[in-house]
């Protein structure tokens, strides 16, 4: 009867596979399906001056609500789309969305504000990466140091050389980078040195932990590292009053989260920013 019992698991692990699996073709098929029906939305959140608390850029989050699906996580989706490589086209729709807001902007004289796009690793190493990015972003008129690339610090350093060669590329057409998440997959002091990111983004699981004293010195040295690397550092997932008090006690000049502002539709971005 063990054996039964044995036979009776491996049935549900083998199920709950079949239907892990089936779920995420049903999501890929709704995301293809999306992409084309334009269901993906860029959010905005502020990136504020921690000083005055002054809106100083934004950061762009893909929002999907699928009619079929519903809303649908990023933590849900990105995965999926990296694997299936339809992440080039999320990572575009949101790009364009941002262009469009950026040159609405500009042509009604309105101030321009820096934003970040997140791109996947996936996307990144793609070998038209930048070109079809410089490519894209020149059909609007906007200056690319209005335009932020964020990659997160998981992505394969074991390419160092070649995320060198991209960044490079990126940073001589003038556009910003930002390694995203900083301290999670912590790789190499000596490679981030060589990299020319502008910008060190603390991830949120160190910042929602500073009421610790051994999270705060973290957070304290990752700052202090940004300063010596000529990097701005921000503060990711900023969530009270008191880890707001704290970045600023360490001198972190710029960061995000709920405690200032939600990432936003474009709609009420406009709102926000006519209002100040
Ligand atoms: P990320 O780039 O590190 O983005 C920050 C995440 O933290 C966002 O989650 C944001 O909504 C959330 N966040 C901001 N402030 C707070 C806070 O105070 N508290 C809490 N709890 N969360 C906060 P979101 O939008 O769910 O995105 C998750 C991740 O999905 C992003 O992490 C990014 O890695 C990825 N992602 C989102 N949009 C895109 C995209 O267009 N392209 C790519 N490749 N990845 C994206
Ligand atoms: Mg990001
Ligand atoms: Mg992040
Ligand atoms: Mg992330």
Redesign the pocket.
């Known amino acids: 009867s063990s054996r039964k019992k044995h036979g009776t698991v491996v049935t549900f692990f083998e199920e709950e596979t079949n239907n892990i699996m089936q779920k995420e073709m049903d999501t890929l098929n709704q995301l293809i399906y999306g992409l084309k029906n334009n269901e993906f939305t860029?959010?905005l959140?502020p990136k504020v001056n921690l000083l005055t608390e002054e809106i100083v850029g934004f950061?762009?989050?893909?929002?999907w609500n699928s009619p079929v699906l519903g809303f649908v996580?990023?933590?849900a989706f990105?995965p999926i789309?990296?694997s299936s490589g339809k992440?080039r086209e999320?990572?575009n729709a949101?790009l364009k969305q941002v262009l469009e807001w950026q040159h609405k902007r500009k042509v009604k004289g309105l101030k321009l504000f820096p934003v970040s796009?997140?791109?996947?690793p996936v996307?990144f190493y793609h070998e038209s990466f930048v070109d079809d990015f410089i490519q894209l972003v020149s059909q609007y008129d906007i200056s690319p140091d209005l335009i932020n690339i964020?990659v997160?610090e998981n992505f394969e350093l074991v390419d160092f050389e070649k995320a060198k060669e991209i960044l490079l590329k990126l940073k001589s057409y003038g556009y910003q980078s930002s390694i995203?998440?900083f301290g999670v997959g912590f790789s190499s002091l000596s490679y981030l040195q060589q990299l020319p990111f502008s910008e060190i983004?603390i991830?949120?699981s160190f910042v929602?932990n500073m009421n610790n004293e051994e999270m705060y010195y973290v957070v304290q040295t990752i700052v202090q590292l940004a300063a010596n690397l000529k990097m701005h550092a921000v503060a990711?997932?900023?969530?009270t009053l008191d880890q707001y008090n704290f970045l600023k006690s360490i001198g972190c000049l710029i960061g995000?989260?709920?405690?200032f502002h939600?990432?936003m539709p474009l709609d009420d971005v406009e709102k926000l920013l006519s209002s100040i």
């Open positions: 860029a959010f959140q950061e762009a989050l893909a929002r996580s990023p933590a990105i789309a990296e992440i999320v990572d949101i796009v997140n791109i996947s996307h964020e997160t995203d998440d983004k991830d949120r929602n990711e997932g900023i969530e995000q989260g709920f405690y939600k990432p």
